[in-house]
């Protein structure tokens, strides 16, 4: 999806470890949305950025998902996660049935989580996910890197996992599909 909007993603993480206490699958199925949606509202040749950090001294870990896309209208942020509202994304697609933020907010509050939101018009949205950090076991990361001299890489991190796509094109289901 991503490669036909010829919009760059990038993946950037602050620290080295961080370990959420979370259901993994959920996490997936928020990522998913979000990058999705920052894809489909970026603009031809934009650029969409995933940020993990840790808010130190809070036991947190903050996933940022932004983009350089049409931005929201402020007048529109107060109903973005309410179920069937849609936003028509300044003369961009705007095919789905409006449940991905909904959905998103259910599983954060799940996960004992947040999620807010900043957007302008014509300059972007950032979406930031808030989620409690599990303070590892200095010894158990030690270990951990002592056994493996280097991080070990899957060609396709998604690959057998299940998402729940509401209201998307053949396309987008067919590129997911391939992950």
Same mark, same amino acid.
């Given at each position: ?99 991905? #933020?909904? !959905?998103?907010?259910?599983?954060? *509050?799940?996960?004992?989580? %947040?999620? /807010?939101?900043? =957007?302008?018009?014509? $300059? ?6 808030? #989620?409690? !950090?599990?303070?590892?076991?200095? *010894?158990?990361?030690?270990? %951990?890197? /002592?056994?493996? =001299?280097?991080?070990? $890489? ?26």
């Amino acid at each position: 999806f991503a490669v036909k909007r010829k919009v760059t993603v990038r993946f950037i993480s602050i620290q080295d470890s961080l370990v959420a206490i979370v259901d993994a699958t959920h996490v997936k199925q928020i990522m998913f949305n979000l990058i999705h949606n920052a894809i489909k509202y970026s603009k031809e040749g934009g650029e969409v950025t995933i940020m993990v950090k840790s808010e130190f001294p809070l036991p947190s870990v903050h996933i940022e998902v932004s983009d350089l896309g049409v931005g929201i209208p402020e007048d529109r942020l107060q109903r973005i996660y309410d179920p069937y509202a849609r936003f028509d994304g300044g003369g961009m697609d705007s095919e789905g049935l409006g449940l991905g #933020l909904a !959905l998103c907010k259910e599983l954060v *509050a799940i996960e004992c989580g %947040q999620i /807010s939101v900043r =957007s302008k018009v014509g $300059v972007g949205t950032t979406f930031t996910v808030t #989620l409690p !950090l599990l303070e590892p076991d200095s *010894a158990a990361i030690e270990h %951990q890197h /002592s056994e493996a =001299s280097e991080p070990q $890489v899957e060609a396709k991190p998604l690959s057998c996992q299940r998402f729940r796509l509401v209201g998307e094109d053949a396309g987008a289901r067919e590129a997911v599909a391939t992950l």
